[in-house]
């Protein structure tokens, strides 16, 4: 952790001997949650703390504020139409016992109101070095923008909620400032939550700045909808760091992605729908400024770990991308419909930087053969390749003794420096990158990756309200 850099809520040590020893009551063992007819938030004062256990269903607007330590205890639902506003810089902590899980429901509301300097903090309710992935649900939003499955609505993993419907501009309110740190606890065996689940999410929700680390499942999923997010962060993830599926189509910039040594999957998984590969909408998002990196050291087991794993015939247009470090590939595309979108110009990757994939047992590709696909039409090294302006050079991104996006993760001093060096292929003119679409939401990026040059606003923004240290 950089702590010159990145400013912490500080939780009082008595708050913390609290929630660590587990001197509060525990709930019965959680397969899935099952919240009480009504909330129940149960505050008690602690020496100069407030502690505020939350079990239940949330009916009416509510404030999470920042002079008090909000502990969920099993699956927390905010139900239609209550609005939960957390004020900047307060703690909420998923108890471990019971799987506590924040649910915002369909037409329910979260205002998360973080900045910079006092981001919101979503973790784990165990003292720092016994956290781990997979200590509590995570958030989960539910919204009524549209899906490609069958009937337009669908049940949530883990029973989550419905979520689905026809408002593409549906409104499910807005994180700022937050992070999500040790969730995706199991809901059944070899099945766990995300980090930050947008279900069916509109694009009248507004997502920047946000944080998932060390999470047990994937970092972010998109099931459907059409939410747009921008300064994203995906740390230590387990699973895939940002994954999407089932007809999403919304829009994302300045995307960080790095996993580490000991777990991970794919930097991307991208699908369009499991059962019927064509379904409408199609997933079609358009992203703009990602730096995904890999660490293809010291991974157990047989990790898929690909940089963008594209499939199931979705869509995309993909710009001003760095892939670095992945195990296995840096892209592969499967399945005959994918190849669909390719050939019809609906699948694009444009002004990328690949550098440093598969270099492991001596191998040195960059792309997974498709001799194991049968439906491919053309080799996925070919598209890529024959892309406008990918190039296979060293991106020099961060500085060597801090980030190397293939050397392993460092536990003991875990600093992170995504920035481009002066030199660097990603702002020097060598890769040209693509203009973002001047629509309201793109910003104006003239680089490659997600993190600028000094004076590109864009230099810095991962800094400050982030946190990389381990437990």
Avoid at 339 to 349: C, K, M, R, W
Wanted: net charge negative; charged share 25%; glycine share 12%.
């Amino acid at each position: 952790m950089n702590r010159t850099r990145t400013r912490t809520p500080t939780m009082s040590r008595a708050a913390r001997r609290v929630l660590a020893a587990g001197a509060l009551a525990a709930a019965a063992a959680w397969s899935g949650p099952s919240p009480s007819a009504q909330a129940n938030i149960d505050c008690t004062p602690h020496e100069d703390d407030r502690l505020c256990i939350v079990s239940g269903r949330i009916t009416a607007d509510t404030t999470f504020t920042a002079d008090s330590l909000w502990l969920l205890d099993g699956a927390v639902f905010v139900e239609e139409p209550a609005r939960l506003t957390i004020e900047a810089g307060t703690e909420v902590f998923g108890r471990s016992s019971t799987n506590g899980t924040l649910i915002i429901a369909r037409g329910a509301q979260i205002l998360a109101n973080g900045t910079a300097d006092a981001p919101i903090v979503m973790t784990s309710d165990q003292k720092i070095g016994d956290r781990a992935r997979g200590d509590w649900g995570g958030l989960i939003i539910n919204g009524r923008a549209p899906l490609n499955v069958p009937g337009g609505e669908a049940e949530g993993e883990g029973d989550t909620g419905v979520y689905g419907g026809t408002d593409p501009d549906d409104d499910s309110g807005h994180l700022y400032y937050v992070r999500v740190e040790f969730a995706g606890s199991e809901f059944s065996p070899d099945n766990e939550l995300n980090g930050i689940a947008f279900q069916g999410v509109g694009r009248g929700t507004e997502v920047d700045h946000v944080m998932v680390k060390f999470n047990k499942d994937d970092g972010l999923e998109f099931f459907g909808g059409t939410v747009e997010v921008k300064h994203v962060i995906c740390f230590a993830i387990a699973d895939d760091s940002i994954d999407w599926t089932d007809g999403w189509q919304g829009k994302a910039q300045f995307l960080i992605a790095q996993q580490i040594g000991d777990d991970a999957d794919n930097g991307f998984e991208s699908d369009n729908n499991g059962d019927n590969n064509n379904l409408t909408p199609r997933s079609d998002p358009t992203l703009y400024n990602v730096t995904l990196l890999g660490d293809p050291y010291d991974f157990p087991g047989e990790e898929s770990d690909i940089g963008m794993l594209l499939r199931e015939g979705t869509a995309a247009t993909i710009r001003n991308f760095i892939i670095s470090g992945f195990k296995e590939a840096a892209v592969d595309i499967d399945h005959s419909a994918t190849f669909d979108q390719v050939t019809a110009g609906e699948l694009t990757l444009q002004s990328g930087i690949i550098y440093g994939n598969c270099l492991v047992d001596g191998c040195d590709r960059q792309f997974k053969p498709d001799s194991d696909d049968a439906q491919a039409t053309k080799p996925t090294k070919d598209i890529v390749e024959e892309s406008s302006d990918v190039h296979f050079i060293d991106p020099e991104i961060g500085e060597p003794s801090h980030l190397c996006a293939f050397c392993p993760y460092d536990l003991v001093s875990p600093t992170r420096n995504f920035a481009p060096r002066d030199l660097s292929p990603a702002i020097s003119g060598m890769v040209r990158p693509a203009v973002p679409p001047n629509d309201g939401f793109f910003e104006v990026a003239n680089f490659i990756g997600a993190v600028g040059p000094a004076g590109s606003g864009q230099e810095n923004w991962f800094e400050g309200w982030t946190d990389f240290s381990h437990n």
